[in-house]
């Protein structure tokens, strides 16, 4: 799970992570953040259908953890659970490097209530997915934590806690590491748009509060070239730097 507070680049770092990922593994990305709607055009594809469709709309919270049995059975294939690789095309979408996006749902309508129910969704859907060896998912989740009142950690392998130059991300960061020390989840953090200039000074207030930084992502003006165009990403700094990070720190724990 890619978490962080908002605007700290989460769904920037997932499109590139998944990149890298996708030269070694049959890469896949889970769109949970239910409002930023820019990642299947940094990926260079066209939306799916979101995933809350397939089971029929989107309903209450309540709703849908009562169905959670019959929802996880639908989206399953008899008992192997939930596979990603077969599910409907029109769910899922696939970029020219072969990295396949499958979306959760968004909130687009004024009034239509909270995105709890795409949470839920999505503790279903992880918790019972199953991955072929060469597989592997990158979750890009909603900022803040509303994702951990609902316990979707629980069902991850692990987090990877994005901050940026701010106090507030550093703050957050701190949440997730206690979070994931509890349930017993791998735990890494990265430093995202850092500038020569500020470099100690991050790793000196993240390190005052008991946080290691794993890797540091450089600024990179190619990513936001491409964000404010609203183009597929483009980047030579920032995806070298997590190629990196991915390789010394990520593969090197994998059995």
Not at 110 to 130: K, Q, S, V
Not at 161 to 184: F, H, N, R
Request: glycine residues 8%.
């Amino acid at each position: 799970m890619v978490c962080g507070k908002g605007g700290t680049g989460k769904t920037v770092l997932t499109v590139l992570m998944a990149r890298v990922f996708s030269e070694k593994f049959k890469a896949y990305i889970v769109d949970s953040d239910e409002s930023n709607v820019l990642l299947p055009i940094l990926l260079g594809v066209k939306a799916p259908k979101p995933l809350i469709e397939y089971i029929g709309g989107k309903r209450s919270e309540e709703a849908l953890e009562k169905m959670e049995p019959d929802i996880a059975r639908t989206l399953s294939r008899a008992r192997e659970g939930i596979r990603l690789d077969l599910l409907s095309e029109e769910y899922v979408a696939t970029s020219r490097d072969g990295i396949k996006l499958v979306t959760i749902g968004k909130v687009r309508e004024y009034g239509e209530g909270c995105a709890c129910p795409f949470n839920i969704l999505t503790r279903i859907l992880l918790g019972n997915i199953r991955l072929k060896d060469d597989e592997i998912v990158l979750v890009d989740t909603d900022a803040g934590i509303e994702h951990i009142g609902r316990r979707l950690e629980e069902v991850s392998d692990g987090l990877i806690a994005i901050i940026d130059p701010t106090a507030e991300s550093i703050e957050l960061a701190l949440l997730l590491k206690k979070v994931s020390q509890d349930l017993g989840k791998k735990f890494w953090v990265i430093a995202n748009k850092v500038t020569d200039d500020i470099k100690d000074l991050v790793m000196e207030k993240a390190s005052e509060v008991g946080l290691s930084v794993d890797g540091i992502v450089r600024f990179d003006k190619e990513v936001y070239l491409s964000c404010l165009r609203k183009e597929p990403l483009k980047s030579s700094i920032a995806i070298l730097d997590l190629r990196k990070i991915i390789e010394e720190k990520m593969l090197a724990e994998r059995p």
